[in-house]
């Protein structure tokens, strides 16, 4: 029996995704549509001896093809032999939802409507005649509520007993066609007869409200009465805060940070004892031991202790979002970043940039208009990622012991003042003709589905692991083998490759205080990825392990300040170094991110050029500056 | 001996995360976030509403 192919379509917000991870778990494969990065998701279950394909197709209020995820849907929906099409339809949201469902019934597909969160829907006093409703629009209606078990078997049951070819569109519904048709053909100007379809259709949909929806006077909604609180002008903004320090308490304090502790004192301690006495053991030549010890345990390790923070932060934001706080955050901050020259909806990819800026960069697709994304791509990187944070710690511990988390607090706060500052002159000049617009659908709160949670966790959080074993590893070995080789074979680390290299890039910071090659190869080594700059001065100055631990990044300063970097760096340049560190071209990964989501070599250039440049200059600033204060 | 097989298990590991690392570039792709496109910290809400232009 041939697979069955069954498409999902539906209002973003409506529960969609869950019901798509709940029918086909972890069974999923996810990619891109051709052309766009919007995702596409194909899920196979098997049920009743049949195989059935099922795709999530992109969320959309209609389908007149006015943005990529419309083109998408419509296209898809056109093109290709679906045995059957389930509206995803929020039962809450009736009127609003039905617009979709009209517009796909006039395509003449294959719908089956599903009438889902009807918890809701009841809970807000609102009750749909299922039977009228599949009487009016003459295809077959089944009711979910969401991430039940009952409901997935349900539609499962459905998808496979129900004969589409049985189900024709009502009277109500062919007549509405055919005054759809006859508007088309009047001979009115397209945009007057696009507003006389639109009016036909909400005639329509009054009239299936009217006639299956009855609704009682039921007050504040649940949601409603949470925004009273969570949503209100006076506290949100300090709700927001509180709830944010929790999240970052989870991931930095409570959870996330004692979990990478425990790996890091694995792999750094235990694991390279281990490995150093098996391969010593076994009679491996030096080289090969400093090769697995000091080059790729001692750098792949370096990024896995991060992974535990990476997956807990992910973790708690899917969950926030889960809940529905996520679009309420956007909400609570817009007058704020508006002040920033950006919406609302660009809190979050800056709040991501404090852990990495690859999601950062991906996170701002969210972002509405052109001119908010473009800005939120190219001054997202200027923040604190988790990769900048060793540098600062080990720095600060070194040249400000009194102060350092004074001082890491300062480089968290450059990064913020730089990215807004940016913001403001990119919103003014290179985008400036550009608008934008703040549309925000608030979804109401929810328990999050915790299946739901973990696959988006995993689905964001395994590409940490992915780079740990493939560009972390290749990045470890290559810089070993630049540190200890030149042209003409094995050599001291000052006559390595590196060190060449570092010279060369050195000659930039003639003014900056830190023109050593030491310094210009550890900055060229962070391009590759920042936490190789940390990685390159224990190296360079021979501290024997990197941890993002204050108190180890103490004992490791104190190993660095006996080996000559102290004499490398004063205070003011060593401050200057930070600055640039903190600000100069993101990571390869950042960049190629970059150039992804612009789809241009010139914006993925412009960032890598104008950072660097920004981060010379007021790095120069710093430096110069303070000599003439008398630093 | 030890130092060959050793040698060998790390050239061949080099091998397949450069190849992975060639196919990335060539496809434009990030291993950062895997691919999960707009979920990436997206306020969106099951991945609606997002895209690159």
């Known amino acids: 029996m041939s697979t069955l192919a069954v498409a999902l379509t539906g209002n973003p917000n409506t529960g969609k995704s869950t019901i798509f991870n709940e029918l086909t778990g972890a069974h999923q494969k996810i990619g891109n549509w051709p052309g766009v990065t919007v995702d596409k998701k194909v899920g196979y279950v098997n049920h009743n001896d049949r195989a059935i394909s099922i795709v999530d197709l992109p969320g959309t209020y209609s389908?007149?093809?006015r943005s990529p995820e419309e083109k998408i849907v419509i296209e898809y929906l056109m093109n290709n032999k679906l045995d059957l099409v389930m509206d995803v339809v929020d039962s809450s949201n009736l009127e609003r939802n039905l617009f979709l469902t009209i517009q796909l019934l006039e395509q003449g597909v294959p719908l089956l409507i599903d009438l889902n969160m009807q918890d809701e829907a009841a809970a807000r006093g609102i009750h749909v005649d299922m039977k009228k409703l599949e009487e009016l629009l003459g295809m077959p209606v089944v009711e979910t509520v969401g991430r039940s078990s009952k409901s997935t078997k349900k539609l499962l049951d459905v998808f496979t007993s129900t004969v589409m070819s049985q189900y024709h569109p009502s009277e109500l519904v062919e007549s509405h066609i055919e005054n759809i048709r006859s508007i088309r053909e009047s001979g009115k100007t397209a945009e007057a007869a696009e507003e006389a379809v639109i009016e036909a259709r909400y005639a329509l949909i009054d009239r299936i409200m009217a006639e299956a929806v009855t609704m009682d006077n039921a007050g504040l909604t649940?949601?409603?009465k949470i925004d009273r609180v969570l949503a209100n002008g006076v506290l949100a903004l300090p709700i927001f805060l509180a709830i944010m320090y929790g999240v970052f308490q989870i991931t930095f304090e409570w959870i996330g940070q004692p979990l990478a502790d425990m790996l890091d004192e694995l792999i750094n301690e235990n694991f390279l004892e281990f490995a150093t006495a098996s391969l010593e053991g076994a009679g491996v030549a030096e080289w090969m031991v400093s090769l697995?010890?000091?080059g790729i345990i001692s750098g792949v390790g370096a990024v896995l202790t991060f992974v535990p923070l990476i997956f807990v932060l992910f973790f708690c934001l899917s969950f926030l979002d889960g809940t529905g706080y996520m679009a309420r955050i956007a909400f609570i901050t817009d007058p704020i970043m508006c002040r920033c020259g950006l919406t609302g909806k660009g809190i979050m990819p800056l709040m991501m940039a404090h852990g990495c800026a690859v999601p950062a960069v991906m996170g701002a697709r969210a972002l509405d208009s052109e001119k908010d994304r473009m800005v939120s791509i190219l001054v997202t990187p200027f923040l604190t990622c988790g990769a900048k944070l060793p540098i600062m710690a080990l720095f600060a511990a070194m040249f400000f012991p009194e102060h350092a988390a004074d001082v890491v607090f300062g480089m968290y706060i450059i990064g913020i003042v730089m990215a807004i500052v940016a913001a403001k002159i990119l919103g003014a000049t290179t985008f400036k003709d550009q608008g934008s617009t703040f549309l925000l659908e608030l979804p109401p709160y929810r328990m999050p589905d915790m299946k739901t949670v973990m696959i988006e966790t995993w689905d964001k959080g395994k590409g940490y692991l992915i780079k740990a074993g493939t560009i972390i590893f290749a990045a470890s070995v290559l810089l070993w083998v630049m540190s200890n080789y030149n042209f003409s074979g094995p050599c001291e680390i000052d006559e390595s490759i590196l060190a060449t290299l570092g010279g060369w890039m050195s000659k930039l910071f003639v003014f900056h205080g830190f023109a050593t090659w030491e310094a210009g190869a550890a900055?060229?080594?962070?391009?590759m990825a920042k936490e190789t700059v940390v990685a390159t001065m224990g190296v360079l100055y021979g501290a024997a392990e990197v941890s993002t631990e204050a108190e180890e990044a103490v004992e490791a300063a104190q190993t660095m300040l006996g080996t000559g970097m102290a004499t490398s760096f004063t205070a003011l340049s060593a401050f200057a170094f930070m600055v640039f560190s903190q600000l100069y071209t993101p990571c390869v990964t950042a960049l190629g991110t970059i150039k992804?989501?612009?789809?241009?070599?010139?914006?993925?250039?412009?960032?890598?050029?104008?950072?660097f440049a920004i981060a010379w200059v007021v790095s120069l600033i710093v430096y110069q500056g303070g000599k003439l204060m008398g630093f | 001996m030890a130092t060959f097989v050793c040698a060998a298990v790390v050239?061949?590991?080099?091998?397949?995360a450069v190849r992975h690392i060639?196919?990335?570039f060539?496809?434009?792709?990030s291993d950062c976030c895997g691919t999960s496109g707009c979920s990436c910290g997206d306020s969106c809400g099951g991945c609606s509403g997002c895209h690159t232009k």
Do not use: P, Q
């Not at chain 1, 900055?523 to 391009?527: E, H, K, N, P, T």
């Not at chain 1, 992804?596 to 950072?611: C, D, I």
């Not at chain 2, 060539?26 to 792709?29: N, Q």
């Open chain 1, 292 to 294: 697995v010890t000091d």
């Open chain 1, 523 to 527: 900055l060229l080594s962070g391009i």
């Open chain 2, 22 to 24: 060639y196919r990335n």
């Open chain 2, 26 to 29: 060539v496809k434009g792709e």
């Open chain 1, 63 to 65: 389908v007149s093809a």
């Open chain 1, 222 to 224: 649940k949601s409603e």
């Open chain 2, 11 to 16: 050239a061949i590991a080099l091998f397949f």
């Open chain 1, 596 to 611: 992804k989501e612009t789809n241009s070599w010139k914006w993925m250039g412009f960032s890598a050029v104008y950072m």
